[in-house]
């Protein structure tokens, strides 16, 4: 049969929030998920996963409010193939203006016998009925066979059939275990489309793992061979070694259309502020060599690419550092500014304030900024906001001041007041350094027994007076949250990291990792 033409839309399934979260210590709060989701529509994603709604009442709860607050990308939750899950996740996603159910059986020899203890035939009429159920909720369902990749085809292609004839829209074939190379993957594909009845009736999808480091290449592989979804994560985030990274999937369709004959709807202008958020609000940092969004992605070393680049852009340049968001420090404010400079260029920069209060509460951070730092550049900025939203009104503990005295040979020493529900409390400790001995006075006030598991500072812009943004992660007694804090002084910084994940410590809303 010659290859059927597809169609040129490639569909962005952006799942950070479902499998993104299942990595280890990058679990969010619902107010966390909502910025991202936020994000994620503004980079022009078609389908947010934003979690796993039968996994915990605070996964239903962030998903029903990211359905209730995203109008532009379909919200959809992931759902086992059984009815507590399905109607879970059907009762989550029901404020959504477009909504979808994403249930999932695996259909691997070893997964059915060794993990479900089910016959194929079994397997088969749990997919059914998943679907079936899920149609009661929405017309936008999706069909996932986990761990495709060893599963058998002529099983593969009986229960995706099954499972079209039932009315599902979307069929994912997931390489659950990273296990495959891209020429089998894409061959993998090819031959579902051409086999599986009524293949042309629903759109076939993508759903890959990095632990080989094949991920996005596999992807590609099933793009080239008539999948038009790909299920992605900002970062290539994830369980385990991670998901295939969309930015690169994004960027590789985009830049090599010759090849791939199709083109996705993502503004890619917002996938270095994607990028961003999603390692400051998870604390994992972007390796500098990533492709993409690595700080070195776009910047030449050696002397003969420079001059190249300087004689003509295109020598040894196949994207433009500005199609994907960075904005090469450019200069946007400074200490004059007022506030309708600072709201027009948030609103050039897509970030949108949601109210007068948090648009006076970013411009008063502002103006403390340009006090310390004669240039505001748009990281800056976007930093700023992203803090700002990370305060709360209602957080028990709040920084009032901080003192540090670090001298060769001598013990550093740090002094710091907090308060605490509006009281003042203080103490003095010493430390391996400043803010080792501010960590120490802080938790010699608050007794929070936490473990620090990750202490992480991240220069947002160039030069000396940068400010330095700090993400801290701490576990107590499993419950795992992640602090951020931004400064000129990397001290302050990280003190108000550490405050901010003790925030959350102590904050009503339950963090548990939403799959355990
Ligand atoms: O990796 C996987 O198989 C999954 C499915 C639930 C799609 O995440
Ligand atoms: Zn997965």
Redo the contacts with the bound molecule.
Sequence with gaps: MPPRTQPDRLIIFDTTLR?GEQSPGAAMTKDEKIRIARQLERLGVDVIEAGFAAASPGDAEAIRAIAGTITQSTVCS?ARASERDVRAAGEAIRPAASGRIHT?IATSPIHMEKKLRMQPDQVVEAAVKAVKMALEYTDDVEF?A??AVRSELDFLCRVFDAVIQAGAKTL?V?D?VGYSVPAQWGERMRQLIERVPNSDKVVWST?C?NDLGMAVANSLAAVMNGARQVECTINGLGERAGNASLEEIVMAVKTRRDVFGCDSRIDTTQIVPSSRLVSQITGYPVQPNKAIVGANAFSHESGIHQDGVLKHRETYEIMRAEDVGWSHNKLTLGKLSGRNAFRTRLQELGIVLDSEEALNAAFARFKELADKKREIFDEDLQALVSVDANLDACDRFKLVSLKVCSETGETPHAHVVLSDGGNEIRADEFGGGPVDASFRAIEKMVGSGATLLLYSVNNITTGTDAQGEVTVRLNREGRIVNGQGADTDIVIASAKAYLNALNKLYGAEERAHPQV
Excluded: G, I, K
């Design positions: 499998d992931l999932f996932s986990e761990d994912n997931p659950t759903h793992h």
